[in-house]
């Protein structure tokens, strides 16, 4: 049985004070002890340290946004893996859509940097997902195909027991507009066959693959209710605790 995960990435938003004060409201709000799901928050790297306090003493774990695939040297402006465990970070979020629109980050790059992250101890949430228009051409499939070949190449099967795949519909991120649970269920089958024949059906089995775009505690229930949904990764509604815990609730009472 695969065991639920809800991650909130953060993005570029929050002040230090107000991370302190999201996390502080989320672990108030989550309670004391075992929660039955895994939980993340992703906080921009400069407030990693202070949420990481925050949340000490409780369930709710800490991830970052993205590194970069060396361990040090001279890359100015960059952040190793090793710097992240350092800190008691536990999870990096790579390949987000954003990043590889945004700041061209090919699969190749991808790769290099899931491989350093697992190398260095971190787990990954590895981002993948189709634009608009490829949906529209029915391209879903050979994208996703093309992003999981690159962006996992030279991770074995053993490593993808700390790797977590997130389905991320570039057209249903910000926008409001989700998946229908018919869709998410589709795309998270496809990436199940996929781990099944590049990998082994254990892998399938055992991989969680999370849904990401406008998830909301009013459609959380439906699209955490599918079958190969294995929890979500929420950007906007993680910034307030009284949307993000809502999820994090849908998520507990889901049982498969
Ligand atoms: P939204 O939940 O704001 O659509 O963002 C999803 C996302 O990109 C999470 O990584």
Redesign the pocket.
């Known amino acids: 049985m695969r065991r639920m995960f809800v991650a909130g990435?953060w993005?570029m938003n929050t002040t230090r004070q107000a991370g302190i004060d999201l996390a502080k409201g989320l672990v108030a709000a989550v309670g004391p002890g075992e929660l039955g799901v895994d939980v993340a928050v992703c906080p921009p790297f400069l407030y990693l340290d202070a949420v990481k306090a925050s949340v000490a003493g409780s369930a709710v774990t800490v991830g970052a946004q993205n590194c970069y695939f060396e361990k040090s040297g001279a890359f100015t402006g960059e952040v190793a893996p090793g710097m992240l465990v350092d800190i008691g970070c536990n999870w990096v979020?790579l390949g987000?859509?954003?990043r590889r629109a945004i700041l061209g980050e090919t699969d190749a790059v991808i790769a290099k940097k899931t491989a350093a992250a697992l190398a260095a101890g971190l787990k990954v949430i590895l981002?993948v997902g189709e634009q608009l228009s490829e949906r529209q051409a029915n391209q879903t499939e050979a994208v996703l195909d093309t992003q999981m070949a690159g962006s996992l190449a030279g991770i074995s099967a053993d490593q993808m027991g700390t790797v977590v795949i997130?389905y991320?519909p570039v057209w249903?991120?910000?926008?409001?507009v989700t998946a229908s649970n018919e869709q998410a269920q589709a795309a998270h089958a496809y990436l199940r066959g996929w781990l099944a024949s590049h990998y082994n059906p254990q892998v399938a089995q055992a991989t969680r693959i999370l849904y990401?775009?406008?998830?909301?505690g009013s459609n959380a229930q439906g699209l955490l209710g599918q079958a190969d949904v294995d929890g979500a990764?929420?950007?906007?509604?993680?910034l307030k605790v009284e949307d993000f815990a809502p999820i994090i609730q849908a998520a507990r009472e889901t049982r498969k």
């Open positions: 990435n993005k979020i987000h859509s954003e981002c997130a991320e249903a991120i910000g926008t409001g990401g775009g406008s998830v909301k990764l929420v950007g906007g509604a993680s």
